[in-house]
């Protein structure tokens, strides 16, 4: 079992830049895809950015793009969320979610791991 906690989320301003951490426990994360969801009161989790297992390559929403990265530490057993001209849209709950099959979907039902959310708010 993995267990997963965020930290990270404030407020923050439009064009401002905020980073997010996710600490597992419980086990290596090392074989595992990881990802980043986001949730808005009322709608569903969304897809963000996710980061394979083996070769680190990592794929994005288009929203996201250009804007956000994510990244490993498996050393540290950590995977980050680095977010750069923030915008009001990135206000959301963001999730971190591990998949130990590796294959860094983009779909919810894929991941078996999830952490309890991290709030960001972005304002002016």
């Known amino acids: 079992q993995v267990q997963l906690v965020e930290s990270g989320g404030e407020l923050g301003r439009p064009g401002a830049s905020l980073g997010l951490s996710c600490a597992a426990s419980g086990a290596s994360i090392a074989p595992y895809a990881l990802a980043w969801f986001r949730q808005v009161p009322g709608r569903e989790r969304d897809f963000v950015a996710a980061?394979?297992?083996?070769?680190?390559?990592?794929h994005y929403t288009d929203s996201v793009k250009g804007r956000f990265t994510i990244s490993r530490d498996n050393a540290k057993n950590t995977v980050y969320l680095q977010m750069n001209s923030l915008k009001p849209e990135d206000t959301a709950v963001y999730y971190c979610a591990a998949d130990p099959w590796g294959r860094g979907s983009e779909r919810v039902a894929v991941y078996d791991y999830w952490g309890q959310g991290t709030q960001v708010t972005v304002s002016s």
């Open positions: 980061i394979a297992w083996n070769d680190g390559n990592t």
